[in-house]
Every structure is written in structure tokens, then in C-alpha cells.
């Protein structure tokens, strides 16, 4: 049983930045992903980035491009979502996930979900 903790989110101004870590535990494989969805009110859950973790491969939503990096510690079994550049359209809860096999950005293909980090940007 796959189990996700995730933290950082905050309230931050608008060009801000904030760092989301998600930990993961319990995974039986190596052929997964984790990655990272967010979801402001009255919207559907959206994908933002993920990282294929066999082979360190990433990607991103296009709201995401060239303002958040993704990155991963192996030995704390972690991923990183550096959030730059901030914007009010970014206000969402962000939840991090894991499925295995190869990055989707169907929300409906994760199976597994942590609890969600508030994320507040103020203008």
C-alpha cells in the first residue's frame, strides 16, 4: 500500500515562490511515477507535473512550463515541486500521486493520492 505525504503550500504573494515536498512509502515496484495535480474550486483536479522515477524523466502541464521544477531525492524517496512566479490563477489545493508505469496526465490513471497543501497567491 502506497502512502503520500505532502506539505509546503502556503500563502504566498503574487511572483512569489513556494517548494511542495511529497514522501513516498510503501511502493513494491520500480516502474512508477509521482506526480503532482492541483485543483482550485468549482474546477476539476488538473495534472501540473510528474516525474517518471526510473528513469528521472519529467514533465509539465503547460500552465507549468519554465515556472516550476520538478525534482526528486532518491534516498529520501521524495519529490520536489519548485514553484516560481507565482500567480493568483496558481490558488489551488495541490496533491501529490503515484501510478504505476509511465506519466499520464489523466487524473482518473493515478490510483494512489496524499492529502492536499493549500496553495494561496495573493495579488
Known amino acids: 500500500h502506497v502512502q503520500l505525504q505532502a506539505c509546503g503550500g502556503g500563502l504566498v504573494q503574487a511572483g512569489g515562490s513556494l517548494r511542495l515536498s511529497c514522501a513516498a512509502s510503501g511502493r513494491s515496484k520500480s516502474n512508477y511515477a509521482i506526480g503532482w495535480f492541483r485543483q482550485a474550486p468549482g474546477k476539476e483536479r488538473e495534472f501540473v507535473a510528474a516525474v517518471r522515477w526510473s528513469a528521472g524523466a519529467t514533465y509539465y502541464a503547460d500552465s507549468a512550463k519554465g515556472r516550476f521544477t520538478l525534482s526528486r531525492d532518491n534516498a529520501k524517496n521524495a519529490v520536489y515541486l519548485q514553484m516560481n512566479g507565482l500567480k493568483p490563477e496558481d490558488t489551488a489545493v495541490y496533491f501529490c500521486?503515484?501510478?504505476?508505469?509511465?506519466?499520464?496526465?489523466?487524473?482518473?490513471?493515478?490510483?494512489?493520492w496524499g492529502q492536499g497543501t493549500q496553495v494561496t497567491v495573493s495579488s
Open positions: 500521486a503515484v501510478r504505476w508505469g509511465i506519466v499520464t496526465m489523466t487524473r482518473d490513471e493515478w490510483g494512489y
